[in-house]
């Protein structure tokens, strides 16, 4: 079986779609640009999507945006932004149904870098979660880790300078002003309880010019 010269232009509505979806992530239109074609089995693909308002639980209201091109179950090319008010999230990459491969990711609040992905990094979450070196780094900010998730797993996160406010771009109720110095976890599980072991120094904004300091 074969599609031919498959094309699509237009939005899709929620209320058009009604009891078909789940209540979240909600929005209200998606504009939508989209053709196929080629044998069902390899169907080549193509489009882009853009949706605004779109909400999802104690997240601010997302921009999203998004453009691919690809080869059946596979998207060989990804490039895909989230955005609220004052901060935006892109990446870029490729993905199928059981892991994907992100060449870039930079998180920004505004014009000014946060963090940038500094070398790619796969992410699988067949048999199991895994997330191979990622290496985040951004202006005396830094972010590395690995994990390997399931029955039996192991979890590296080390952070330097970072800051709980950023999250304040994201959340609907962010948590208190903490500037982590450092954050260095350590982990692993056999079919049980972690044994672990971290390290710690942060600051915590009290107010008024004072802050308190945590090691």
Not at 56 to 78: F, S
Not at 127 to 137: F, P, V
Not at 200 to 213: F, H, I, Q
């Amino acid at each position: 079986r074969e599609l031919a010269n498959f094309q699509v232009d237009g939005e899709v509505r929620r209320t058009t779609l009604g009891g078909w979806l789940p209540a979240q992530p909600g929005f209200d239109v998606v504009q939508i640009k989209a053709r196929a074609a080629g044998p069902l089995a390899r169907l080549e693909h193509a489009g882009e999507l853009q949706a605004a308002d779109v909400t999802v639980p104690k997240v601010k209201p997302l921009a999203l945006t998004a453009q691919w091109q690809g080869r059946g179950d596979t998207v060989e090319r990804l490039a895909a932004t989230a955005s609220t008010a004052t901060a935006r999230l892109a990446l870029t990459g490729r993905l199928n149904p059981r892991e994907a491969h992100w060449d870039t990711l930079e998180l920004a609040h505004g014009d000014q870098l946060r963090l940038r992905l500094a070398a790619p990094v796969r992410v699988r979450w067949q048999d199991g979660m895994m997330i191979d070196d990622l290496q985040l780094r951004g202006p005396g900010t830094q972010v590395t880790g690995s994990v390997q998730w399931g029955a039996s797993g192991k979890v590296q996160l080390a952070m330097e300078n970072f800051s709980s406010t950023w999250l304040a771009d994201w959340l609907l109720d962010p948590p208190p002003a903490v500037q982590l110095q450092l954050v260095a976890l350590s982990g692993k599980w056999e079919r049980g309880p972690m044994q672990f072991s971290m390290t710690t120094g942060a600051s915590l904004d009290l107010g008024g010019g004072r802050t308190a300091t945590v090691n």
